[in-house]
């Protein structure tokens, strides 16, 4: 299957508009399960070639174009190899290399993008290609990205571990809703500050955090994690209550755990 991966990066360097491929996801990080997918960053500028991405894709593939798929995550297509999913995303070189000098400035924007409950995070960029592994680079481009990207920025960690503020007052959101038994506003504030506190704890440590996928499981074993976070994380969200009551004793115990990991950054 690497040679067939590789093979197709390779092909894809050579479509007009693309400057080259990356392998991202738990396979670049050698993370992965077996049945795992190959996820390629396909790094474009300006115009693609769409109808050769779609040959290249094979019969009956969707290709999906920038903006198809939203702001953040904008397009590229789903594909089976040897029974494999295999998933082209599309990333826009010259936005990133943006994000990447908004990172150093510390400066991030969190946008809106189906497939991330808890948001885009636009460091995401500059993180995915410091994890992620060159398959096909004719410019050179990437790999010398990769290189930039290897060393967190200070100001960027600065920035996010600043942010923890919003975990305390998306709790303080939440002691409201409690006393009205609003289990869905309290649960979608109880997820938002667990996810800041994790954007945090993996700043804290100078590590790129991706996306909401795993991430708990990380985050709780980073120094800066309080003793038991995850454990009280999915007491906090897997049973948050119904009742005025039940919610805001949960949102006590919320209240108490931003506090520690705040204290702890």
């Known amino acids: ?16 508009g693309v400057v080259g491929v990356m392998l991202g ?3 670049a990080r050698a993370e992965h ?12 500028r300006g115009d693609l070639d769409l109808d050769a ?3 290249s894709a094979g019969p009956g593939v969707d290709v999906a174009a920038p903006g198809d798929w939203g702001p953040w995550v904008n397009g590229g297509a789903w594909l089976r190899v040897e029974g494999t999913a295999v998933d ?3 990333r826009d070189l010259d ?6 000098e908004q990172c150093r400035e510390g400066r991030y924007e969190v946008g809106v993008q189906a497939g991330h409950p ?10 995915e290609v410091a994890l992620g592994r060159v398959l096909a ?6 790999t010398d990205l990769r290189r930039q990207t290897a060393d967190y920025p200070e100001p960027l960690r600065e920035a996010l571990t600043a942010g923890a503020w919003e975990a305390e007052f998306l709790v303080e959101g939440a002691a409201k809703g409690a006393a009205r038994a609003d289990a869905l506003y309290v649960s979608l504030c109880l997820s938002r500050a667990v996810g800041v506190l994790v954007q945090a704890l993996f700043a804290a440590d100078r590590r790129w955090c991706l996306n909401e996928k795993g991430a708990l499981a990380v985050a709780e074993t980073l120094p800066g994690a309080p003793a038991g976070f995850g454990r009280h994380v999915r007491d906090l969200l897997g049973a948050p209550g119904a009742t005025a009551e039940e919610l805001t004793a949960t949102v006590a115990e919320a209240r108490a755990l931003v506090a520690r990991t705040r204290a702890g950054l």
Request: with cysteine; net charge negative; aromatic share 14%.
């Open 1 to 16: 299957m690497e040679t067939i991966i590789k093979d197709m990066a390779e092909r894809l360097a050579g479509v007009a």
């Open 118 to 127: 808890l948001g885009f995070w636009s460091p995401c960029y500059a993180g």
């Open 53 to 55: 991405l779609r040959a």
């Open 88 to 90: 082209w995303i599309l």
């Open 33 to 44: 399960r077996p049945g795992s997918d190959w996820d390629l960053g396909v790094y474009y």
């Open 25 to 27: 996801g738990s396979r």
């Open 137 to 142: 680079d004719p410019t050179g481009e990437l």
């Open 95 to 100: 936005r990133v290399g943006q994000v990447w």
